[in-house]
């Protein structure tokens, strides 16, 4: 099912883009890969490939691929000398969520991103520059921010990442309830390494992916 695959591998790439110009180092997109020249931040690939005909020519010439280097394999297809896969997981897709009440709100200031920042449990990692060009979300408990996510709209579908919060099945029904809310009508779509919950909650999974890390 390479179709919702490659919506969600450019949607991602996207999003690591935004991630990495937030923290001023853009990178650059091919037909076939979006790739970072310089180190991107902590947990995000130097590389992301857009199409199941992507080599290791399309990604490793236009990275710093020494020790550290990781490329998201989108496709599951590559074969990287010198580099060991760091971990697998499934892209996954669902149709456009029905409105249902919430009580989760949109990130709209700096001060609010640092508190979801602690949340997640990344100080520092997002900069208020991403308040910009992504939606990011949070769920309360007390007036406390306990939950959230980020959702992103770099293509035809909504890119859903970063979920977290204490119980699972209630962070992804708060994703829904604002997905449909913000972006009525659109599909959604992301990866996980264990889709379980996300299946739960309608997804489908329509791919494997890889992450390669150099050690």
């Not at 489908?204 to 050690?215: D, K, M, S």
């Amino acid at each position: 099912m390479t179709g919702w695959q490659a919506v969600a591998a450019r949607d991602n790439a996207s999003w690591c883009d935004l991630m990495c110009r937030a923290h001023g180092r853009p990178g650059t997109f091919t037909e076939r890969a979006w790739t970072n020249p310089a180190r991107t931040p902590p947990f995000y690939p130097d590389a992301v490939t857009l199409s199941p005909d992507a080599t290791a020519a399309d990604v490793l010439g236009r990275i710093d691929a020494g020790p550290g280097a990781s490329v998201k394999d989108s496709f599951a297809t590559l074969a990287l000398p010198g580099f060991e896969v760091l971990f697998e997981a499934r892209w996954i897709h669902r149709d456009a969520p029905g409105r249902t009440p919430t009580a989760w709100t949109v990130v709209e200031d700096a001060d609010t991103l640092r508190d979801w920042e602690r949340a997640f449990g990344e100080p520092g990692l997002f900069p208020p520059a991403l308040l910009k060009e992504a939606t990011i979300v949070s769920g309360r408990t007390n007036d406390e921010i306990i939950t959230g996510a980020i959702l992103t709209t770099g293509g035809p579908a909504v890119g859903v990442s970063n979920v977290f919060g204490p119980d699972e099945d209630a962070a992804w029904e708060g994703v829904l309830a604002m997905a449909a809310e913000l972006f009525p009508g659109r599909p959604l779509v992301g990866y996980e390494i264990d889709p379980a919950t996300a299946l739960r909650h309608g997804f489908t999974a329509t791919g494997a992916l890889r992450v390669w890390i150099r050690p």
